[in-house]
Nanobody, 121 residues
């Protein structure tokens, strides 16, 4: 079974920084695109940033210039460095990855359980 486990969320003051990490484990043959999404209370889940296997990145406009996504293909991890955090960044952050299951050989989209980020004074 494939698992995505996030870590690094918490409470931070406006202007502060946090680093989120996500580790993929289980019976997989490979990982394609990876990304971070977030869902604020009362709102739909939205894209934050994505990264391809070759390292090409894409960011949502609200986080451009403040967040940086990176991945370590050898460790099957994806990270999100968040700086200059604002109260509107408060949300549950979810890791996402396209993985190839080693049993079915199918490509599947998998999500982590989410890690909360609260930006407040």
């Amino acid at each position: 079974q494939v698992q995505l486990v996030e870590s690094g969320g918490g409470l931070v003051q406006p202007g502060g920084s946090l680093r989120l990490s996500c580790a993929v484990s289980g019976r997989i043959l490979g990982i394609a695109g990876m990304g971070w999404y977030r869902q604020a209370p009362g709102k739909q889940r939205e894209l934050v940033a994505t990264i391809t296997t070759s390292g090409s990145t894409n960011y949502a406009d609200p986080v451009k210039g403040r967040f940086t996504i990176s991945r370590d293909n050898a460790k099957n991890t994806v990270n999100l460095q968040m700086s200059s955090l604002k109260p509107e960044d408060t949300a549950v952050y979810y890791c996402n990855a396209g993985v190839r299951d080693s049993v079915s050989f199918s490509w599947l989209q998998r999500w982590g359980q989410g890690t909360p980020v609260t930006v407040s004074a």
